[in-house]
């Protein structure tokens, strides 16, 4: 005998419709239902405004069984405690132990996570590796569902119509996307591998570590804050998205784009006079955006710092952060680490000496500028 079917409005979860939306909604409630939803499931997602995104959710999640966190450490061979803290590193949520939300992707991660262990790289640096992922592919999922959602929805749809078209859009791009993520990530270890040194220091000690001599930059939008209480998000928006665009048509080895940051961009080389004329360059490319685009300023400092996770510290970072607080817009203000270290091609003024705060001392500041007749880039 079939099983009963939900009286979906009895249930209360037709409330609020009429109508087209009200037809919408019960079809597909019908079809998750049909599907294996559980009721509960479907409550909750009408309470929170995520119906037309259930299909979508399970599909990502694939289907098969389900498996307990303690399931999947057994059977990968790994130790529970390290799923759970890589889970977190990644920027997920603390799975509950005892509840079966893992799913065969899950099991086959874990599986790769015990061949990489086996290979004799660390935990730790798996976990270190594992939080600089989850930040970028939450960036990049992010991005996927902006993309996703302006190109499928239209006004007007139903739950439905928008459920099956971000549907339709997820079928599509899933089998895209992982091997796209794979290609950027190897042009991008083979474009670190050639400007990276092994040094007879680095082999003799077997290890990376250890302060590296490097220029640092930041460049930032003029009065950002100001504009932030004059333009609305969507004029901010194509601001710092042409700054992105500007800084990934100006950069290019051996000064590497560490990361943007709203309204800056973090550079770092230790080709001093190419981080030079890189700021430089960027500050021009700016003043030709012409009316309505900010201008830039750019501060630069150089020291020994130390590369972990993606990211930059130490000394010259901090500094360089604090050098472009005081920069003029359209001006490139180094330290004196920097002035010394420059070759030919540029031409200097004194800044003056400044304290600058969390920074010991006062610093020796220098504004730079490209020499009369020497050529960019």
């Known amino acids: ?21 009200r037809e919408a909604r019960l079809k597909l409630l019908e079809e998750l239902a049909e599907d294996g939803v559980p009721l509960e499931d479907l409550r909750r997602a009408v309470e929170e405004d995520r119906l037309a995104l259930l299909p979508v959710e399970r599909f990502l999640e694939g289907g098969g069984r389900r498996y307990t966190l303690a399931e999947i450490a057994d059977e990968a061979g790994v130790d529970v405690d390290l799923l759970v803290r890589l889970r977190q590193a990644t920027g997920l949520p603390r799975p509950d132990p005892d509840e079966p939300t893992g799913t065969d992707g899950d099991l086959e991660s874990a599986r790769r996570m015990r061949k990489v262990l086996d290979a004799g790289l660390p935990a730790e640096g798996m976990i270190q590796n594992a939080r600089v992922m989850g930040l970028a592919m939450s960036q990049v999922a992010a991005s996927a569902n902006a993309m996703v ?3 499928m929805l239209q006004p007007g749809d139903t739950e439905l ?21 794979v290609w950027i990530a190897n042009l991008h270890l083979v474009e670190q591998l050639r400007q990276a040194v092994l040094s007879s220091a680095q082999l003799a000690e077997g290890t990376l570590a250890g302060g590296q ?5 930041f460049v930032d939008l003029v009065d950002f804050t100001r504009l932030g209480q004059t333009l609305d998000h969507h004029q901010l928006s194509s601001l710092t998205t042409r700054l992105d665009e500007l800084v990934r048509e100006v950069v290019s080895p051996p000064v590497r784009l560490v990361k943007m940051i709203g309204d800056a961009a973090m550079l770092v080389s230790s080709d001093n006079d190419a981080l030079l004329g890189v700021a430089l360059e960027l500050v021009d ?20 710092a130390i590369s972990r996770g993606g990211d930059w510290y130490g000394h010259p970072i901090n500094l360089a952060s604090r050098v472009t607080d005081f920069a003029y817009p359209e001006s490139v203000l180094c330290s004196e680490e920097v002035h010394d ?21 006062t610093v020796r500041l220098f504004r730079a500028r490209r020499e009369e007749g020497a050529r960019a880039g």
């Open 149 to 151: 959602g302006n190109a």
């Open 161 to 181: 119509e928008a459920a099956r078209r971000y549907l339709d859009a997820a079928r599509a791009l899933q089998p895209t996307l992982g091997p796209a993520l």
């Open 341 to 361: 270290a420059a070759r030919e091609g540029f031409a200097w003024s004194f800044a003056g000496e400044r304290r600058l705060k969390g920074i010991d001392g």
């Open 1 to 21: 005998m079939a099983p009963m079917a939900t009286d979906f409005e009895s249930e209360g979860l037709l409330e609020g419709t009429r109508g087209k939306a």
């Open 285 to 304: 490319a700016a003043s030709r955006e012409g009316d309505g685009f900010p201008a830039l300023r750019a501060g630069l400092a150089r020291g020994e």
């Open 213 to 217: 001599e490097v220029s640092a930059s």
